[in-house]
């Protein structure tokens, strides 16, 4: 009897585990039905219409204007540095002063220098221009005034300096040297009239006083005198063997004199290179002024002559442009004792003060200060090489900063580089965007710009899942019952119509519109480029809206 209610126990309990196991396979083949049936559902979505724009969006770090470190290209010690960080400088305001002592005798050396080189070059240009009109028509022309007494030279002769041209006699002008008392030479000035009186004849004729010696001599009774040359036109009676007395005013000479030619010389050559003569002009008995030409010389000589001139005058001129390079070189390291502000801007760093000695380091560059000029910010956005084209200098750039959360500022595009970075396959393009207005913003902080190309106002636009392989559109249609190939039940399929554009998206040629949706959607203006143009559908956009212009007409 135990054996048998063991027995009907144990069938109950296999029941029950039988039944409740029938009940949880019920449940889940009802669950995953349901879970089919929910798959299988098919979402849509309206077209709206909405404000788009065509945007592109980068992120950057603010920074200076223009930022520049001060640097010394000389040593030496700080004896001058009245400025602090902080201070507002101008360009070329005077930063700091450098010990420039061991500078002053090298300065002085290379102006002297070019003093001494100017002062050659005008003595070789007045050479130069004098040898010109001396030699002109290759003469070598008379350097006294009188008469040749005896000519030295021949055609064919070689005439160089100091060589024996001829002897010069001239008594048109005669001369006589007459003492008179020390202290009355004291009163008697050159160009006063002398009253000349001839002892042979007593005759009286007139000169003039051409010197008076500032050697002192002595005569017989221990008279001091000094001598007086006066000169007289010769009538034609007065020889080198006539005598005369002087008196100049109230003064009477203190002893006679004898009549001299005022002319009686050896007239040289002058020149500096050795000559050809080609041809003599005079002759022994002419009479020559200054100035006459005496003899023509041959071409070749004449140019070497002249030559000669014109190079002692090129190298005078590099002299002078030799010595003014290092004048300037020496000005310039001179200079460089004085350093000035490059920009006008603010002091942010001053790392120098007086005292201080600078010292240069081959191995690095030692920064004495640093100034920012912060009259405009500016930051570097990076642009899609497939981008770039559409960013031109002079749009407007939205910027916010990480720093102040919920405000915008604005910018504007001042300079597209074409200078590229190549990374994963993919270039971009460097802009500086430059801030409209600075306010509050500086140096270093975060911000994130926007660059808006177009924009577009009530227009159509679909979500990004409605997005579908192939020149059709979904419509949905509650006409259809079944579902006709890919087209599932409860919609229709259209061509996509020529007139409906994307404002900026990328798309290949056969990826178009679907009014599908099997996602929840949320809005987002993003950047699209191009209904059924190049490109692929970036995953990251999947379940975001993208705008297009459609025609409402067709849908």
């Known amino acids: 009897m135990k054996k048998k209610k063991k027995w009907i126990k144990l069938v109950i309990i296999l029941l029950v585990i039988a039944i409740a196991a029938g009940a949880i396979f019920v449940w889940k083949s009802h669950k995953a039905k349901a879970a089919a049936a929910a798959a299988t559902a098919e979402n849509t979505a309206t077209v709206e219409k909405r404000s788009i724009s065509s945007q592109l969006s980068s992120s950057g770090t603010l920074e200076a204007k223009d930022t520049y470190s001060i640097t010394s290209m000389v040593e030496g010690e700080v004896v001058s540095a009245n400025f602090e960080e902080g201070d507002q400088v101008e360009k070329d305001q005077v930063l700091y002063e450098i010990d420039r002592s061991s500078m002053d005798t090298d300065l002085n050396s290379a102006q002297n220098s070019v003093t001494r080189s100017q002062t050659s070059y005008a003595d070789a240009l007045d050479d130069y221009n004098q040898a010109a009109s001396d030699y002109s028509g290759n003469t070598y022309k008379a350097t006294d005034t009188g008469y040749i007494k005896e000519l030295y030279i021949s055609v064919g002769d070689k005439v160089s300096g100091n060589t024996k041209l001829a002897d010069i006699y001239s008594d048109d002008l005669m001369e006589i040297r007459i003492p008179f008392l020390s202290g009355e030479t004291e009163l008697i000035p050159v160009g006063s009239t002398a009253v000349l009186t001839l002892v042979d004849s007593g005759e009286q004729i007139e000169g003039t006083v051409k010197a008076v010696a500032n050697r002192e001599e002595t005569l017989s009774g221990g008279r001091l005198v000094k001598y007086v040359t006066i000169t007289v036109n010769n009538p034609g009676g007065l020889t080198t063997s006539t005598v005369a007395s002087a008196q100049i005013g109230e003064f009477v000479g203190s002893e006679e004199g004898t009549f ?296």
């Open 260 to 555: 001299k030619a005022s002319t009686d010389t050896t007239m040289n050559a002058d020149l500096a290179v050795s000559v050809e003569v080609e041809e003599l002009l005079v002759h022994e008995g002419d009479y020559v002024t200054k100035g006459t030409p005496i003899f023509r010389m041959t071409s070749r000589t004449a140019e070497k002559l002249m030559r000669n001139y014109k190079d002692a005058l090129d190298k005078a001129q590099e002299s002078v442009e030799s010595a003014q390079s290092k004048l300037e070189s020496t000005q310039d390291s001179y200079d460089n004792y004085t350093i000035t502000a490059p920009i006008s801007g603010q002091v942010i760093t001053k790392n120098f003060k007086v005292g201080d000695n600078i010292t240069k380091n081959t191995s690095s560059t030692t920064t004495l200060a640093t100034i920012y000029d912060l009259s405009a910010l500016t930051f570097k956005m990076s642009i899609d090489e497939l981008d770039i084209q559409s960013v031109k200098v002079g749009q407007n750039v939205t910027v916010t900063a990480d720093a102040f959360e919920g405000q915008t500022f604005s910018g504007t595009v001042t300079n597209v580089s074409l200078e590229s970075t190549y990374s994963n396959g993919v270039s971009t393009y460097p802009v500086t965007v430059t801030m409209d207005e600075v306010g509050d913003l500086l140096p270093g902080m975060n911000v994130d710009g926007v660059i808006t190309l177009e924009e577009a106002n009530d227009v159509l636009t679909i979500p990004v899942d409605a997005l579908m392989r192939g020149n059709q559109v979904y419509i949905k249609d509650d006409s259809v019952k079944e579902q006709q190939g890919p087209v599932p039940a409860g919609f229709k399929a259209v061509d996509a119509p020529p007139h409906v554009r994307a404002l900026h998206f990328r798309l290949p040629p056969e990826q178009c519109v679907r009014l599908i949706c099997r996602k929840h959607f949320r809005w987002n203006h993003l950047h699209i480029y191009g209904f059924c143009r190049s490109g692929i559908l970036p995953g990251s956009l999947d379940g975001l809206w993208n705008p297009f212009y459609l025609d409402h007409r067709n849908f």
